[in-house]
């Protein structure tokens, strides 16, 4: 229920803190070191290459897992779109594995990835929210996400589950090859939770921003370089699909290649700068869209913040940024299509699981 609510979304958003320390529980042992099922761990080290199969905002969530798992693992990862992957099938690797990612387990398309595969004789493991769904059902192992059920159309806290628990995939499987990794995670994904806690609080700001930037535009871009790109295309699709106002996300060194010419007076861009050693660059690519006129919203992070910049999320990890960074486009968005008077929870030609083709 949404109690107090006006909107499953806005709950949804608020669960998050909640969401990671729910993880965090499931995923630890009795001496509070992160556990998966052993033969997880075991499928994950006899893969040469790991095929992660998703569509939506659980794709996004793809792009940055394959950086965890490369970084943390060293096991090389493909990202696929399920609904593309049946036609345009990449060369597979010797000892391949599967990875599903889906909130609600019953996505079509992801499905029909699974069963070609495993007629093809592959291994494959579901990341999902719901046990018993068809794709938990149907392959070889399930990493469960623990976020509760998520009710409005617009995922926000699956997504957010998505990455803390591809990140307990990675750490747990690079532990087991004696590789060193980055940060104990247990305690960055306790800073993490307390950062969406300050977001949570800071919800005047992302109102404000929705108000002045997105009352009325037609459109609006989202740039970053590196995972920021990742965390924009996710804040375009959740932009476009409950506000309709039209948002794609670019990488920043991309945009002289083309789409700069899209850019007006007064064009809304959305630039997320938490990446140090891209930190100058993509205010490079604000000021060459600020030179044709944009309207530049600047969201970075403490530490690597500037003067003007429009919001600060509070530091954490460089390589878990993407699950604080997402809150203010979540928020945004979510404000966006209430001051356009958009039906928040269940937009206009969409349905929560898509289980035709
Ligand atoms: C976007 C959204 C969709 C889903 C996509 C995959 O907010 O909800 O893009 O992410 O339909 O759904 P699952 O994860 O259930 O396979």
Do not use: W
Not at 133 to 138: A, K, M, V, Y
């Amino acid at each position: 229920e949404k109690g107090t609510y006006p909107h499953y979304m806005l709950k949804e958003i608020d669960e998050q803190p909640a969401v990671m320390r729910k993880i965090i529980q499931n995923y630890q042992d009795e001496n509070g070191e992160l556990e998966i099922d052993s033969d997880i761990v075991t499928a994950m080290n006899d893969a040469d290459r790991i095929y992660i199969i998703a569509a939506g905002t659980s794709y996004h969530a793809g792009l940055v897992g394959k950086q965890f798992i490369e970084r943390m693992a060293q096991i090389p990862v493909e990202v696929h779109i399920s609904s593309e992957f049946g036609y345009n099938m990449p060369l597979l690797s010797k000892k391949p594995l599967f990875i599903f990612i889906s909130q609600s387990g019953e996505t079509a398309d992801s499905r029909q990835v699974l069963v070609q595969v495993k007629e093809m004789g592959h291994k494959s493991l579901t990341i999902t929210n719901v046990p018993g769904s068809t794709l938990s059902r149907e392959a070889d192992h399930t990493m469960l996400l623990y976020a509760g059920p998520e009710i409005a159309v617009a995922s926000t806290k699956a997504y957010t589950a998505q990455l803390a628990v591809l990140a307990i995939l990675a750490e747990v499987t690079a532990k087991s090859r004696a590789m060193e990794v980055p940060f104990n995670l247990v305690q960055e994904l306790g800073i993490v939770a307390n950062a969406m806690e300050v977001l949570r609080d800071s919800k005047e700001d992302f109102e404000m921003i929705a108000h002045e930037y997105l009352s009325t535009t037609r459109n609006c871009f989202f740039i970053g370089r590196g995972i920021d790109f990742y965390v924009g295309l996710e804040g375009a699709l959740k932009l476009k699909e409950i506000s309709y106002i039209q948002a794609e996300g670019f990488a920043g060194g991309e945009l002289k290649h083309g789409t700069i010419a899209l850019i007006e007076e007064g064009t809304p861009v959305i630039a997320l700068a938490t990446q140090k050693f891209v930190n100058l660059s993509i205010r490079g690519n604000v000021k060459e869209v600020v030179a044709r006129g944009a309207n530049p919203c600047i969201i970075s992070m403490d530490g690597l913040n500037m003067e003007d910049d429009r919001f600060v999320i509070p530091e954490v990890h460089e390589l878990l940024t993407p699950l604080i960074s997402v809150v203010p486009v979540q928020l945004i968005s979510y404000y966006a299509a209430l001051h356009r008077d958009c039906d928040v929870d269940k937009p206009r030609n969409l349905a929560k699981s898509v289980t035709v083709e």
